[in-house]
């Protein structure tokens, strides 16, 4: 047991650990190191999020920087103390408070005529509960602080904004919702809360892994993967769409290996699909299936998109999170059975999104069959025909090709237990054991891995978040627009 004084404070990040579940917060404090790094996407969201966070400190005028880094807390707090008490400042951003065991950097803590505002800024494009709960802390906090809040916002992304291609106005781009009642409702329960989680982090006795479907939600734990090391090869865990209560059953069952699931235990198609491949061994092969393949004649396109969706806008005409199609791949089979590749990508020095149509047209002149994986790539042509008018005609004449959508015909066809459970076409190597495996997504049941929209990849340089073009990575930079040859 800790005594009160070594428990480690809490804050905001911690907080929405702890609501979450114990163990995250518990090794957030005391097991770092057991974090899984996160992952491109992941960042790239966190890169997201910090360049909104830094657009935002323009949304109240004369806002003063608190710009201690978070390890000089304490400088931080006196700081805003110092300023909170001269008064001649209208807005504070990353203002520091300490009170009651949680240390806070509030985004904007703005003055004005109506009274003080308190603004949590996300790079969402609504508010979600959970935001709730990270206004709800703060707000608790500042006024333990002794210093009164008047209206509670939210400031998340306008995805109706159109981006006029100059700089970013935060008054566009964000949203300022009011949630003041809301947050002080949430807020009457922190302190009981922080009481909870500190009795627990001053026991100090490390929570068992309790998997469930609180690891992805609201967020996605970054210790799941060592919280899985404990299950077994062929764990439960992969099925898809297993609630918490059919998870508990099995628990109940000391079951926690597919294998051990009794075909007397009620399962869904899906699962029980999964259970029968696991438990034998082979694949699973619909009758049906060669008759679905039958409907791919040759020349048959293989294609398939990448985009970027950033969150703040690069091209003028686009608005946040639009998806922006810069590189397609098309894998070309031809009557004789012969293979060809052809693919377009962009330099990165303009919006790619006409060039990418008008080469795709191109590239799809001939085809008999348009073949997919997921309803991605349509949905991108339809957002091309608003966007182009010109190009709507010949893009319909695509759309109204023959297209075969394979994830469809995987799912209703053909299940192999090395998909574990997920029908993601993305692979990349096991953190621990030898060869290439189909991925496992974050989300089981969730399929968020199928749509390959790239978020911000755009780095943080300060205060007055300026535009970035995240086409302009090396790694696109490097490569090569290969026009419509095929591949030497
Ligand atoms: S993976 Fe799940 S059980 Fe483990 S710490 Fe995270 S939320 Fe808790």
């Not at 015909?409 to 459970?421: K, S």
């Not at 030898?434 to 968020?448: F, N, S, Y």
Request: charged share 25%.
């Amino acid at each position: 047991m800790n005594d009160a004084s070594s428990v480690p404070l809490l804050s905001k990040t911690r907080y929405a650990a702890g609501l979450q579940c114990a163990g995250r917060l518990y090794r957030m404090c005391f097991q770092p190191e057991l974090a899984t790094p996160p992952d491109a996407a992941q960042q790239a969201r966190f890169d997201a999020g910090t360049r909104v966070g830094e657009l935002a400190r323009n949304l109240r005028p004369g806002g003063v920087l608190i710009d201690e880094p978070f390890f000089r807390h304490d400088d931080a707090v006196a700081r805003t103390r110092a300023l909170l008490a001269n008064g001649a400042t209208s807005a504070i951003c990353e203002a520091g408070f300490t009170e009651a065991g949680v240390r806070i950097r509030a985004d904007i803590l703005s003055t004005s005529r109506d009274g003080r505002e308190l603004i949590e800024v996300k790079s969402s494009t609504s508010v979600k509960d959970e935001h709730l709960d990270d206004a709800a802390i703060q707000l608790a906090t500042i006024e333990a602080a002794g210093v009164s809040v008047d209206r509670v916002c939210i400031g998340h992304i306008n995805n109706a904004c159109v981006y006029q291609g100059d700089e970013y106005v935060p008054g566009k781009l964000l949203t300022v919702e009011d949630i003041t009642a809301k947050a002080r409702d949430v807020a009457a329960g922190v302190p009981a809360r922080i009481a909870t989680m500190r009795e627990m982090l001053a026991a100090n006795d490390a929570p068992e892994p309790d998997l469930g479907s609180h690891c992805h939600k609201p967020y996605d734990c970054e210790f799941y993967d060592y919280c899985r090391q404990g299950e077994p090869e062929w764990s439960i865990e992969e099925l898809p769409g297993l609630n918490d209560e059919r998870r508990r059953d099995l628990r109940v069952g000391e079951i926690r290996s597919i294998r051990d699931i009794p075909v007397t235990f009620r399962l869904s198609a899906a699962q029980q699909r999964v259970r029968d491949t696991v438990q034998s061994g082979r694949p699973y092969v619909s009758s049906a299936l060669l008759h679905d393949l039958a409907r791919i004649t040759s020349p048959a396109h293989f294609i398939d998109f990448e985009t970027v969706a950033p969150a703040l806008p690069i091209f003028a005409g686009t608005r946040p999170y639009q998806a922006q199609p810069f590189q397609w791949s098309d894998h070309v089979l031809h009557t004789d059975g012969s293979l060809d590749h052809y693919e377009f990508l962009a330099d990165g020095t303009a919006d790619p999104r006409r060039a990418f149509a008008e080469t795709l047209l191109d590239g799809l002149a001939g085809a008999a069959t348009i073949a997919v994986y997921s309803s991605f790539a349509r949905a991108r042509l339809h957002e091309l025909q608003v966007a182009f008018p010109d190009l709507a005609a010949p893009l319909q004449a695509v759309l109204d090709r023959s297209w075969v959508d394979l994830l469809k015909v995987v799912r209703d066809h053909y299940y192999h237990p090395e998909f574990r459970g997920s029908y993601s076409n993305q692979i990349r190597p096991p953190r621990s054991r030898g060869g290439l495996r189909i991925q496992r997504p974050r989300h089981p049941g969730r399929g968020g891995r199928l749509s390959r929209v790239h978020g911000d990849r755009q780095p943080s340089d300060g205060p007055g978040a300026s535009r970035r073009n995240p086409l302009q990575s090396p790694r696109l930079l490097r490569a090569r627009h290969r026009g419509h040859g095929p591949d030497p």
